[in-house]
């Protein structure tokens, strides 16, 4: 964590909340930053990611596939109870499968508590302000990327995607492919 907020203070962004979706689009508090200011930004927090001992995973459905929200919940929940069943060894590894969030999407909290309290006994959940917790914004850059790469390959990049990004070449290289090296298969 020191590295990226070395990294951080040297481009002048110490004790900065990183959120990666407005970084991107030069929203809230990087509305007036330059875009090249701002690609620094990600670029330390790709480099501290590449350099972490970390793993992901991340679980997406298209909502406008499903009639109501309930079949959409049912869909994510297999996909994560799916997951998990076929990495009980990875997870019992760990004294405790520490949960991190911020009441931001009440579904999302809700299917992770019941699935992960159904298949695991060493789950605990705790808020937290995403300011306070690097990981926390590691995350929310990850998910971020995998939103972009989704909407990339189906040609949805917003203007200030395509912007930021410059080209598909750039995004897959400086990002996306360091970002499928951490993916949990």
Known sequence: M???DADLLNIGYSGHCLHAGPIIRGEEDYKEVDIAQRQRILKKMMGFIR????QYKSFYIEKKQFDNSLEAIGRISKQLSIF???HLQFFFKFDTVKVYY???QTEVNKILSSVLNALLDNVEFKKVMPRDYRLFQVADFMCTLTLVRLKMEHKEMSRSETVFF???RTLKKQ???HLDAKELK
Do not use: A
């Not at 350099?51 to 970390?54: A, E, G, L, P, S």
């Open 2 to 4: 020191s590295k990226l």
């Open 51 to 54: 350099r972490m001992d970390i």
């Open 84 to 86: 998990i069943r076929e």
């Open 102 to 104: 911020d009441n931001g």
């Open 166 to 168: 410059e080209n598909e």
């Open 175 to 177: 990002y996306l492919k």
